[in-house]
């Protein structure tokens, strides 16, 4: 039985009882919440549902869990049910029925964890979208990582999720990446306010090797070639790198199409209009203040230009045209305001504020020996994404940016990383992979074959170990639920490292196939079943994740 159906069958027990004694049935949750107690000797589950709802029926919680505890007691899936504490209820199941968590991921395969809480949501995510000046940051690739891993866990969820990467080529930041790559093919120093690193002498070259005679143009051609071709050239290195490192998009939305389309200027009359921008000292502001932010902003200069937050404005109106019910944007750690100030752009559109969510992510630092690494060949004294993989591998930089939650920053050891070692986490879960895909292959190479797993008989997996690993693997549907609820991918990993270890113990305490004794045993049976229910949630998790599922290591 998996968590969620014996919670169901606690709260139908709960409306029996309650009704039987002419209480109030209204005051029961529509979802009923059992967990895993952290003493194992209180039982497999335990609810505090009693506790919850006794006060509003007019009943003492402890006589209501006694009440229920009779009503469970002797059900087929409910070996006991104890009252501890003030309420609490504490069920042990039957091993067959606890056993049915190994039939419900063997059932489903690749599709046990999947749910809906976000069935027919259309989510617009936008992560990374660093500016094409450059190779991409180590902060860029945490968000490579995890805003890729969110958009499965979305996913997994039922929602419909648009990858997007928001291509900056209008702005400052473009002029100067292009007056830097035109003084590298002079052979000249980088301007002051210009981007350094062996990377802008590489893509001057190829600029210059791709439109011959380009440096004996017009100042105003020069500029616009190295412009049109530079930048192409930067964001198709961005995004060779992302491809390598797992993380693919839908949508590489370009800024300037915003401008040279019309859609800021179509944004700002609309918001005119909306009674949530006013004029003054010659310039029309948000009035942002109203939803948090620490001041309004302005929205259009005196001279009449556009400033910064015009684009964002025109660009969050643009997706909810698009059709997106929810925009999540994930923005680096210096980017606090955008909270305020794209909820108000939301709410002066007529929306909802909540359509807009911003995550923001701290630091990542790199370490070696407990000191900081700068290990950049190509970008002077910025790690790059291509720094990390190469030093580490796609799997582990991504696993290790991952399980950590993104509202903290993060050291990355390169040492403990590349260890092949159960120090490492991605190894140690990895590790566990490989070895139930190799003790199936010994299975078969034995002449074991497993079955059915409904002609298995389960209900021999009485052993604490066996009893403890079923119950983890039973929490993976509840992990990515909560993972996607909360944004939070990290929970995966650090659940994949719970299986991970459930398994490791139980190996050792089961041995699951042993030379000498009959190998098609009953029990031999039901534990290979266990371990290839297992080595399936581990692949889900991982997946989820983009780390890979490796066979054999």
Partial sequence: MTPAALAELVRNTAFEVLSARGLDTSVLPEVVTVERPRNPEHGDYATNLAMQVAKKAGVAPRDLAGWLAEALTGQDAVASADVAGPGFLNLRLAADAQAQIVREVLGAADAYGRGDLYQGLKVNLEFVSANPTGPIHLGGTRWAAVGDALGRVLAVQGADVTR???????????????????????????PED???????????????????????????????????????????????????????????????????????????????????????????WLRSTEFGDDKDRVLLKSDGAPAYIAGDVAYLRDKRNRGFDLCIYMLGAD?????????????????????????????????????????????????????????????????????????????????????????????????????????QRNAASLGIDRGSVTDADLSLLTHEREGDLIRTLGEFPRVTRTAAELREPHRVARYLEDVASAYHKFYDACRVLQPGDDQASPLTIARLHLCEATRRVLANGLALLGVSAPEQM
């Fill in 164 to 190: 997007e990467y928001y291509f900056n080529d209008a702005g400052a930041q473009i002029d100067r990446f292009v007056r830097s790559l035109i003084a590298a093919a002079q052979g000249e120093p980088a």
């Fill in 194 to 284: 210009g981007y350094g690193g062996d990377y802008i002498a590489d893509i001057a070259a190829q600029v210059v090797q791709a439109e011959p005679g380009v440096l004996d143009k017009p100042d105003d051609e020069r500029h616009e070639t190295f412009r049109r071709v530079g930048v192409g050239l930067m964001f198709d290195e961005i995004k060779r790198s992302l491809h390598e490192f797992g993380t693919d998009f839908d949508v590489f939305f370009h800024e300037d199409s915003l401008h040279t389309s019309g859609a800021v200027a179509r944004a700002v009359e609309e918001l005119k209009k909306s009674g949530h921008v006013y004029f003054a000292d010659g310039a029309w």
């Fill in 335 to 439: 980017h606090h305001g955008y909270i305020a100030r794209l909820k108000a752009a939301a709410a002066a559109f007529g929306d909802d504020p909540d359509v807009v969510e911003v995550l923001i992510g701290q630091l990542v630092n790199l370490v070696r020996d407990g000191k900081p690494v700068r290990m950049s060949k190509r970008a002077g004294t910025v790690v790059t994404m291509e720094d990390l993989v190469e030093a580490v591998g796609v799997d582990a930089a991504r696993y290790s940016l991952i399980r950590s939650s993104v509202d903290t920053a993060v050291d990355i050891d390169l040492d403990l990383i590349s260890k092949r070692t159960n120090e490492n986490p991605v190894f140690y879960v990895q590790y566990a992979h490989a070895r139930l895909s190799s003790l």
